[in-house]
């Protein structure tokens, strides 16, 4: 068991047998330890791990405002909104669009080798495999091998796409 699963657990069974005034001081003790943040949205309570980006609760950023694009200020304008389009076009036919796709790059061919995780509010689903099959992703595939041409992407690097209007 790695260290933030353990951390995990002690607070979870901390919160468990916690009540409503014991269970904000476990929380704010541990965000002043670093080992939770809380969600700056107003409107959701929840706190959230140091390794999650994104509010379990809501799916906002850590700094509490909603997710937006993100993206290295290298990729022009046109190769984003090609992939915005791709990834609309893929999901135009599923009845829940997500609201935002996220690539995260860990090696492989480029962006189409990236971990791919879809946010629905504050819920994530990991798509397996995510978008490197050419042709069942054909312009996805190919909107990623553009940016990847464009700049190969650095171990680690993040990029997300928001498809709610």
């Known amino acids: 068991m790695s260290e933030a699963e353990a951390v995990r657990n002690v607070i979870s069974r901390l919160v468990d047998g916690a009540d409503e005034t ?3 001081l476990i929380h704010e003790l541990a965000c002043q330890a670093g080992f939770l943040w809380s969600c700056g949205n107003p409107d959701c309570p929840a706190h959230n791990h140091r390794g999650r980006r994104y ?3 809501c ?3 850590r700094k509490g405002k909603p997710v937006g694009d993100l993206h290295p ?3 022009t304008e046109r190769r984003w909104t090609r992939l915005r389009r791709a990834l609309l076009k893929h999901y135009a036919a599923d009845a829940s669009m997500p609201d935002a796709v ?3 790059y860990w090696g492989g061919p ?5 971990e791919v995780t879809e946010m629905y509010g504050g819920m994530t689903k990991e798509i397996t495999g995510g978008f490197r099959d050419r042709d069942r992703f054909e312009d996805i595939a190919a909107a990623l091998d553009s940016l990847t041409k464009w ?3 650095s171990y680690g690097e993040h990029i997300r796409v928001v498809l709610a209007p």
């Open 73 to 75: 200020s290298m990729y």
């Open 59 to 61: 799916g906002w950023g």
């Open 151 to 153: 700049s190969k992407p």
């Open 102 to 104: 996220v690539f995260d």
């Open 110 to 114: 480029g962006w189409r080798g990236a």
């Open 55 to 57: 509010c379990e609760g």
């Open 22 to 24: 014991q269970t904000r």
